[in-house]
């Protein structure tokens, strides 16, 4: 089992930058991929961004040069450093692992509102 906290959400004004933490706990050793997804109301969840247990990096064209993925293996954190926020962004943001057995956790979600 891994467990997921995610910290960091909140309101921020269009242009601005936050910063989304998230906390894995359990059996970490087991974390090969990590993602953050988001949900708007009305809309699916979507893929925003992911980083491999090897540090490589990959974006939604939504958020390509504004939002910065990283992990910190020995803390067992995952960050997600959003810039040049948008109104459009206002969603639910949610950690996601996903296992070498491609067994996925997700974290309780955070919310992320852009003002504009």
């Known amino acids: 089992q891994v467990q997921l906290v995610e910290s960091g959400g909140g309101l921020v004004q269009a242009g601005g930058s936050l910063r989304l933490s998230c906390a894995a706990s359990?059996?970490?050793?087991?974390?090969?991929?990590m993602n953050w997804y988001r949900q708007a109301p009305g809309l699916q969840r979507e893929l925003v961004a992911t980083?491999?247990?090897?540090?490589?990096?990959n974006y939604a064209d939504s958020v390509k040069g504004r939002f910065t993925i990283s992990r910190d293996n020995l803390k067992n954190m995952v960050f997600l450093q959003m810039n040049s926020l948008k109104p459009e962004d206002t969603a639910a943001y949610y950690c996601?692992?996903?296992?070498?057995?491609?067994?996925?956790?997700w974290g309780q979600g955070i919310q992320v509102t852009v003002s504009s």
């Open positions: 996601n692992s996903v296992t070498l057995s491609d067994t996925q956790y």
């Open positions: 359990g059996m970490i050793f087991i974390i090969n991929t």
């Open positions: 980083i491999t247990r090897g540090g490589d990096t």
